[in-house]
């Protein structure tokens, strides 16, 4: 081990702004990034001048301490070639053939553009070619998140091929690595598993391009030494903030030691970058707790409100969407009588789904239309401005839904443009939902599918919403723009659909997009910048949206999650109801067809729910009692100023006869002395917890019995101080 001199350290962190120091023989730096709780930090070792990161984890004590480290830590951002022996961040061939890259520290700069954000940038550079890379820490100090990407520039005479292009590079020391994962498929999101990670590789990742949860979605735990759970456990949150092929590698070594490399996935992806041009990586973004994924999730909740999703402390519509009640098979007096149904309910906006376009190839099923997006003169002979019109004069508000990235192969838009559409030559089209994705490298397709938007919120200026949606994975992978770039095309649809939505934010700021890919196939903060809200699943039976939202709730917030009341599963009106509110209520119901006790049931919970939305959307999340643990799920959300909180129980496929002891809540004054009240009690039923009124410290140490043990029953307690 190298002898450590105290006088030969120079450290850089928070509130030493602007440093910039060139490496000396002799020094070592240490270059201090982290949050209010957390700290990241790394060292450039004076013998090598490469760049170790020393430490994450709780904040240490003091500075003195930084300068205890003794050892080199572990590379901050491995590269291939030279004597690196494991996977590594980064990998490229320079012009001239040689296929490694050696990156010394050159010089850092401590940006801090608010109170609570700092943003070091690193830079490291060959010592042999004109290759530049900068490590980018963005660190949200109150919200405890950090956001890590990098920018490789290149200087070479000739364009260099860059294969992998991590956003970042952590490394663990621990006894044990606990990875817990979120896999699923088309109706079946947010399946959550949890292993040890063994010697070797694991890989979390996604090929489809698009369309991701037809096998996972990129977030993941990974808890240190031992599991942790919600309250109790060291481990970091992660996720990527991009909308196409991620990966997540973890790799344990010969020694224990585990290095988690995240980024775009390197599969058939290497990326040309031409001299003086530079590429930049999407964010990782994570949290680090050393109290449990409650506060993990509480965390990245608190980063989505204030940075990480379109205006994330605004407020949410709720709505009635026809999809589940009409399918393709509406016309406009069906369509006027649910505008009228909208109001009947108390909500704020009537959603038209798919069906409402095409003419030479009427969009009567999912077989034709697709990208013809003029409105169907047979189902809407008054067009959309209609429909807008006759919502304001029953007093709701019209959105509609698009899935401008798509085409049928029965449309107007395959048969006059066959260029941009993706599809490989020498071979048949590959079809999945009947449809094919456009080439959005290509700039005719980006103004297109601008247009398709932009077209509509400008003709019809009175349209409030929009659900964006995009049902198919990718395959067909060759764009006839790239040319002789075909390897970009993963990386490039993504950029240009967000210059597309960035373009498009820039006119409509603050215009409420649902984010949508056949339910929750695209949802990750990269493309969460752009929309207020994401359609979670096309399962919305009740009892399997306990889990998915459940799994959806550790890394995304209430407001964001939309979950609808629908006819799925046979769960009584109110079990439904209850599990919608959770998150952003919506309808997608015959509303003729309720009862008079249904009707007015979900009159009062909607009234219910927009008393006590700003708790549920911004509130602290508490999960209390997992369904994954017992039969039943148990969650509250606890106002900022701890004064209300709303409790929400269910009881899912409990047995017969099957008890369940008190629920003890968290999050609240324990010195506070709490009402609690049972709502959304369904007309002639009796309430099924204890309604009274208690101390904080009573509810968080004794706590209430909840519910009637009886199966797919639920419960909700508003909770006032
Ligand atoms: C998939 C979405 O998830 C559904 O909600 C619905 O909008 C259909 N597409 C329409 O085609």
Redesign the pocket.
């Known amino acids: 081990m190298k002898k450590f001199l105290l006088a030969s350290i120079l450290i850089c962190g928070v509130g030493f702004t602007k440093a910039q120091p060139v490496l000396k023989q002799n020094e070592d730096i240490i270059i201090s990034t982290g949050t209010k709780s957390t700290d990241l930090i790394y060292k450039v070792n004076k013998s090598d001048g490469r760049l170790y990161q020393v430490y994450l984890g709780s904040k240490l004590g003091s500075v003195a301490d930084i300068t205890q480290f003794k050892a080199s830590g572990h590379l901050a951002y491995a590269t291939f070639g030279t004597d690196n022996l494991f996977e590594p961040a980064i990998r490229m061939t320079h012009n001239d053939g040689n296929p490694s890259l050696e990156l010394k520290y050159v010089s850092h700069n401590i940006e801090k553009p608010s109170e609570d954000i700092t943003i070091t940038a690193i830079l490291l550079r060959d010592p042999e070619y004109p290759v530049d890379v900068t490590i980018y820490i963005k660190s949200y100090i109150q919200e405890d998140v950090i956001e890590q990407w990098t920018e490789i520039v290149q200087k070479e005479a000739n364009p260099v091929t860059i294969y992998n292009y991590a956003s970042s590079m952590l490394n663990f020391d621990a006894n044990k690595y606990w990875l817990t994962q979120f896999h699923g498929d088309w109706a079946k999101e947010m399946k959550m598993q949890e292993n040890e990670l063994t010697s070797g590789i694991k890989i979390l990742d996604s090929k489809l391009g698009t369309h991701a949860h037809m096998y996972q979605t990129p977030v993941f735990f990974l808890s240190l030494n031992e599991k942790s759970d919600e309250t109790n456990g060291e481990l970091i949150a992660g996720t990527l903030g991009w909308s196409g092929n991620f990966q997540f590698l973890f790799e344990v070594d010969e020694k224990g030691s585990l290095r988690v490399i995240s980024g775009i996935n390197p599969f058939a992806s290497e990326y040309i970058v031409q001299p003086g041009k530079s590429f930049k990586t999407p964010s990782f973004i994570f949290t680090y707790s050393n109290h449990g994924k409650g506060l993990a999730s509480r965390n990245l909740h608190h980063w989505a409100a204030n940075y990480g999703i379109m205006d994330g402390k605004g407020t949410r519509l709720t709505l009635l969407n026809n ?1 589940e009640t009409t399918y393709f098979n509406f016309n406009e007096p069906k369509l006027v009588s649910l505008l009228n149904d909208t109001k009947k309910m108390g909500l704020d906006l009537f959603l038209l ?2 069906g409402w376009f095409a003419n030479k190839y009427p969009r009567n099923d ?1 077989r034709a239309g697709l990208g013809d997006w003029q409105e169907n003169k047979a189902k809407l002979p008054h067009g959309l401005g209609y429909l807008v019109k006759e919502a304001d004069s029953v007093g709701v508000k019209f959105g509609i ?1 698009i899935e401008p990235e798509m085409v049928n192969p029965k449309s107007e838009l395959y048969e006059n443009h066959p260029d941009w559409i993706l599809k490989l030559p020498n071979r048949p089209e590959n079809y999945f939902r009947n449809q094919l994705v456009l080439d959005l490298t290509n700039p005719k397709v980006q103004e297109f599918v601008f247009n398709v938007v932009d077209g509509m919120l400008t003709k019809y200026q009175g349209i409030a919403f929009i ?1 964006w ?1 995009c ?1 198919r994975m990718m395959t067909n992978g060759y764009s006839v723009y790239l040319k002789d770039k075909q390897s970009q095309l993963y990386v490039d649809y993504v950029n240009n659909l967000y210059s597309i939505l960035e373009r498009l934010r820039q006119k409509y700021p603050h215009f409420p997009m649902m984010l ?1 890919s ?2 929750g196939g695209r949802v990750d903060y990269g493309a969460l910048r752009y929309f207020t809200e994401f ?1 979670a699943s ?1 399962d919305t039976d009740p009892l399997e949206r306990v889990y998915i939202q459940w799994g959806y709730s550790y890394f995304f917030p209430a407001f964001a999650v939309c979950n609808h009341i629908t006819s799925w599963g046979k769960q009584s009106l109110k079990f439904r109801t209850d599990v919608a509110m959770m998150g952003k209520m919506g309808y997608d119901l015959k509303v003729n067809e309720l009862t008079e006790n249904e009707l007015k049931f979900s009159q009062e919970a909607i009234a219910n729910y927009k008393r006590l939305s700003d708790i549920i959307w911004h509130g602290d999340l508490y999960r209390l009692i997992s369904p994954y643990d017992e039969n039943r799920a148990v969650l509250t959300y606890v106002s900022n100023s701890k004064t209300k909180a709303v409790l929400f129980a269910y009881t899912l496929n409990s047995r017969f006869r099957e008890s369940f002891l008190p629920v003890k809540l968290q999050g609240l004054d324990p010195a506070g002395k709490y009402n609690v009240k049972e709502i959304n009690t369904f007309p002639g039923e009796k309430p099924s917890a204890d309604n009274g009124t208690y101390t904080g410290d009573y509810l968080m140490k004794i706590g209430l019995n909840i519910g009637t043990g009886a199966p797919l029953t639920s419960t909700i307690l508003e909770i006032s101080e």
């Open positions: 999809w789904d798919d999912d839904w659900k949606d049902n949508c056949g339910g359609w096309d």
